[in-house]
């Protein structure tokens, strides 16, 4: 797409009260406007980004069978009552309103409830077992303080996976299947290296549930790490017995901040058996169906990838989630580099390349500002030297690297 | 994919209390679930018919210069309160809740305000116009019956386009642009014969808005078509006056119940007066952004669909819109016809064509129940005599006709 077209500008200051340096950047940069605290709007380069990480997951969760689905974000009292989850002395943190039809609604912190009853119409037998759902849906928590940017807030997109097994070995079997795939989405999204699998509290029906963790100085977590054996916890789990368990010694662990970027939990049959989700098994006898719920939000684990990966020139992205794999900055309005650089933006676009060409007639510093804060992983510069030789400079965002190619070599 | 791993399963009957024919098809045959009235879940065979419209509105919009963005549903009290809508006595269909963090905040019914205002950060120029944004959002309204099933829900996703110019008649020129965009809209999911452009009462800045209205039946609308002429009209604008300017009689129109499926409006500069959305003109004078809006629900769109081209055994879908493009059925548990439709399966599916594929151990009568009910397009079936002879029956859902076809003839 071309720079003139695209209707966000870039800025020099995020507004006053914005204190969290994802927003403060992406606000800069024209991919997010901050509506309220903790409420923002994506804007095309965000949404890019955002569509980006969501085909990651999307990917991942369809490959571990998972069916996806779209519920809605206004919720029914009566059923989240029946799981004792409606009262505010409970959940501390719905947006609850009014109807006009009469009675009161709320907006969906989580769905196990409604997707938990969706599945009552259609389990009644073993044979309809397993069954994995998944949404991308937009979340609502009242927040009292939202003060991490895209991090943490008052909306935000969830991507919500729910299985639905016989047995707990069958349920054992899953979990472990979705705690890969999401090893290979933090892996995907470029966080792999920093992003620890973390033991943390269970609840009822498992002695351990876990989180991921992305070490990070504006993590709001603490994490206990014994980087020799790669093993992680949270600090509610960290007794002599879990240590002694794993083999870990306490004096090996160091306490870093991270981020939970996602979580996977065993639900048992809390909600299955609350909502009355039972299957007859082979023999005819009615049974609670077993449950687990895994969490990634992929708003906040675009504001991790911020936190983590941007430096003091602005966004850097890597390849997979960039909003464009190639940005082409012209400088100078010489007739001879506007048509190389017509030229080369025609030839990538069309081999379907995603390009961000700046074709404005602007001042190079102002346009490298620009292409460093917009963090486009790789800035192909077209001078008066490239419109002469057909040799193309291509600075890698990441790394400074330069490499000097031609048209064809950046296209292979 | 195969039905037998599909977790949704048909029903014989809808909820009681449904009283909407599109809703009634819908939840039988699993595409939607009902949480409470006017409020639905899409599950997976409801996702894909969905995203598919949406496809197809994203193209178009994408065609005239849409650039996509996603705003928030949660909406700032003294951004409404400036172009007075925020009062309920002005407008009645809030949702409201309070934040925990201090003030109230409601659920968007539209995004003319928040767009408005993210604008101002941007469009500063003439440079900068025109600007055409567009989403996909989740919109919110309080309404005190909801018996039309997803035509009208108290959550419905809204496809909403909002241009920005720097002159009326650079606005007339995309509104233009527009009316035809959503022409091909309606004719490509399948409604363009019996959707009518229909004129509609324009507000303050200009005579006319047009409504996308299409003749059902379950309509909420009256329409008034001079069929020969292809002209149309809402009952607001009825008058003797506008007749004589369209050179239409009275006398040849005729009054039909229509579902109104999109709308194109006129703002001119109510909103960017309001808010502040000015630009410097080429001579360096400021004046306020043209603006327009443009709105078509996807929800209400494939309720609609149901509602005129469903039959008495169930829905069907055009192949534009239709979750899958075939449908097989296999027939007996013999293993030469597993053996064969499962190769079929493989060989379509491998090619990329969209199959469901019903390979449940069912007696053919309820398998066909299912196949009618849920609107695949195009049957194909499998038994002893496929098996045998390679030949295919091929049957049309929506005119009964069967074709005789190899499967590389289906395949080209």
Chains 1, 2 share one sequence.
Request: hydrophobic residues 40%; charged residues 30%.
């Amino acid at each position: 797409m071309r720079q003139s077209e695209l209707f966000t500008k870039t800025r020099r200051e995020a507004p006053a009260d914005e204190v969290a340096k994802n927003a403060q950047l992406l606000i800069r940069a024209g991919y997010v406007h901050k509506e309220m605290a903790g409420v923002y709007s994506y804007l095309p380069l965000g949404l890019r980004t955002l569509n980006k990480i969501v085909e990651i997951i999307r990917q991942e969760m369809n490959a571990i069978g998972g069916q996806e689905l779209f519920m809605s974000a206004l919720q029914d009292k009566e059923l989240w009552s029946r799981t004792d989850r409606w009262d505010d002395a409970k959940v501390d943190n719905w947006f609850k309103t009014t109807m006009k039809s009469g009675g009161e609604t709320g907006l969906g912190i989580t769905h196990e409830e409604p997707l938990t009853r969706i599945m009552t119409s259609h389990i009644a037998s073993y044979r309809d077992l397993p069954a994995r759902a998944y949404q991308f849906q937009n979340k609502f928590r009242n927040e009292l303080r939202a003060k991490s940017g895209i991090m943490r807030g008052k909306e935000f997109l969830m991507k919500d996976l729910y299985s639905f097994d016989a047995s707990e070995e069958a349920h054992e079997t899953f979990y472990a299947a979705a705690r890969d795939a999401y090893v290979r989405v933090f892996d995907r999204v470029g966080l792999g290296d920093r992003t620890y699998v973390t033991f943390a509290s269970g609840g009822i029906f498992s002695e351990f549930s876990e989180e991921f963790q992305t070490v990070s100085d504006a993590g709001e977590d603490l994490i206990y790490v014994d980087e020799e054996k790669r093993l992680s916890f949270n600090k509610e789990v960290l007794t002599d017995d879990v240590l002694a368990k794993f083999g870990v010694d306490r004096a090996n662990l160091v306490e870093k901040k991270a981020i939970e970027v996602g979580n996977i939990f065993h639900l048992g049959t809390r909600f299955s058996e609350a909502l009355g989700l039972t299957f007859k098994d082979e023999q005819g006898a009615d049974k609670p169906v077993v449950m687990g719920s895994y969490g990634i939000g992929p708003t906040r684990l675009m504001g991790t990838i911020v936190e983590a990966l941007s430096d003091e020139k602005g966004l850097v992205w890597p390849e997979e989630v960039a909003p464009f794999a190639y940005h082409i900055v012209s400088l100078g309005n010489d007739d001879a580099v506007s048509a190389t650089a017509d030229a080369l933006y025609e030839k990538l676009s069309g081999a379907g390349v995603e390009v961000l060409y700046d074709d404005r007639d602007l001042r190079a510093g102002e346009k490298f500002a620009d292409s460093d804060l917009i963090g486009i992983p790789k800035r192909i510069v077209v001078g008066k030297d490239a419109a002469a030789t057909g040799m193309f400079e291509v600075v890698n965002r990441a790394t400074g690297a330069v490499l000097k190619k031609t048209a064809d070599e950046i296209l292979a």
